[in-house]
């Protein structure tokens, strides 16, 4: 392996954070040669900006200059060894992600199932299995042939928020796992198969938050709808009466007892 394995990280969120940190740690031949933030979490970028302590000249915030050309032909001249992508909000172009030989985004789902966005909340809603996927960056969302994947199960108590905290945890964890089997060619591969694919839009998970009061729902339907749809404190599911939204959350224990 070359002495300077060379790095585009494009880091977001705690996962992000936690990926640069161990890039940072980690006695290796990694580099991060260009970090790009989303700006989504300013102070979590920052934190993400201090781990690694690039250059400034070397670090990038939003979209916008993934679609300047004099950028990207700069990208492209860097010879980058790998591209890998940690809760990334935007597609990237092909001119960007072909730029490397290897490339790795996270995804938290059981790909080809619950491509796109927010797949903890369908598959709390529809019961489809909940899991964690490194793949390849191809064409589309979430498209590219899987590195490495594993199941995380839905437990009785768990709500969006929840599995959505497993789910960064073990994205994480499995990156660690596989990152150097990655990185010398010891994975191969494995396509997607189109046949099993799902795709959520953005906008989707805003019509799950209607509960209609004249409409009758098992009750296991609505227990799981609530459950999607409470996040830490917050409850996005609502009903209306005399005009007005009166939105709800679930608490769910296996004792009478709660936490105050």
Known sequence: M?????????????????????????????TISALYLSGEQKENDQKIVHAL?????????????????????WFRSQDFDAIVTVYWPWLLDKEVFSASPITVNFHPALLPINRGWFPHVHSLIDGSKTGV????IEDGADTGAIWAQKEVPIQALDTAKDIYDKLQFEIVKLFKEKWPDIKQGRITPMLQDESQAVYHSKKEVEGL????????????????????????????????ENGEKIYMKISLSKTSKFQE
């Open 2 to 30: 070359k002495k300077n394995f060379k790095i585009a990280l494009f880091a977001n969120h705690a996962p992000g954070l936690h990926i640069a940190q161990y890039f940072a740690n980690c006695v290796t031949t990694d």
């Open 53 to 73: 302590n690039i250059p400034q000249d070397r670090t990038f915030t939003g979209r916008d200059i993934l679609t300047d050309p004099e950028h990207v032909q």
């Open 133 to 136: 996927t490194l793949h390849k």
């Open 209 to 240: 938050d209607l509960v209609e009061l004249d409409k009758v729902y098992l009750a296991k339907d609505l227990i799981n709808k609530l459950k999607a749809r409470t996040f830490g404190s917050k409850g996005f599911a609502y009903y209306e």
